[in-house]
């Protein structure tokens, strides 16, 4: 029997510097010159669930509660919950360890379905301004919040775990996998000018715990 292998929708053109294989994943941990920021990382190995139910509000995944209202977001544990509507939520789980599927029949994973992404660090929404109408920097909205809505004219999720009104701080966004090419050219290209580079996993967890306390 082959070897199970699980693929990433995006491709950089650099090579890691330090990878390690998990859960079928090859994990970019490290990239060469990585800077001082803003970076772009592939997320695609991290676990991510869809959550439907007339009483999604109910629901407690990963020990947290879901947001009332469409927008908002809990984060802690390494677990994000965002609260997409009356009756849908999406979970991200951005530990190592991918947790189980919890039992009950409102969960599917859509992790191997989706591109993921984490944009952050100095003139990240700089950058997004160029390519999306959304406005992350909205005063009267603290992160972390949810958009739901076109970036690169793609429809996606982005949500904001960090702002500042010099454009500094940094977002997640999914989006359909069919996407995922397409949308890393773009977001490098419009941070050309801001010397964006791709990173791995350890700098975008150092930022992550950074935000949890």
Not at 94 to 101: E, F, V
Request: net charge negative; proline share 7%.
């Amino acid at each position: 029997m082959g070897e199970i292998k699980r693929e990433s929708p995006v491709r950089f053109t650099a090579s890691p510097t330090k990878s390690e294989v998990r859960d079928n994943w090859t994990v970019a941990l490290e990239y060469d010159e990585e800077g001082q920021g803003p970076w772009l990382v592939d997320l695609a190995h991290k676990t991510r669930w869809d959550l439907q139910d007339n009483k999604v509000g109910e629901q407690r995944p990963g020990d947290l509660t879901v947001p009332s209202a469409p927008g908002d977001c809990t984060f802690a544990n390494n677990t994000l919950v965002n609260r997409m509507n009356r009756t849908q939520a999406s979970i991200y789980h951005l530990g190592a360890a991918a947790p189980a599927m919890p039992d009950f029949s409102g969960y599917t994973d859509v992790t191997e379905s989706t591109v993921f992404l984490a944009l952050f660090g100095p003139n990240a929404f700089f950058i997004a301004e160029k390519l999306a109408s959304l406005d992350f920097l909205d005063p009267a909205k603290t992160a972390p919040f949810l958009y739901q809505g076109p970036f690169c004219h793609v429809p996606c999720q982005i949500v904001t775990l960090e702002k500042a009104a010099d454009g500094a701080g940094g977002f997640l966004l999914t989006c359909s996998r069919g996407y995922g090419d397409s949308m890393v050219h773009a977001i490098l290209e419009a941070g050309v000018e801001f010397g964006l580079r791709p990173a791995g996993e350890n700098c975008f967890n150092t930022w992550a715990q950074g935000l949890q306390g």
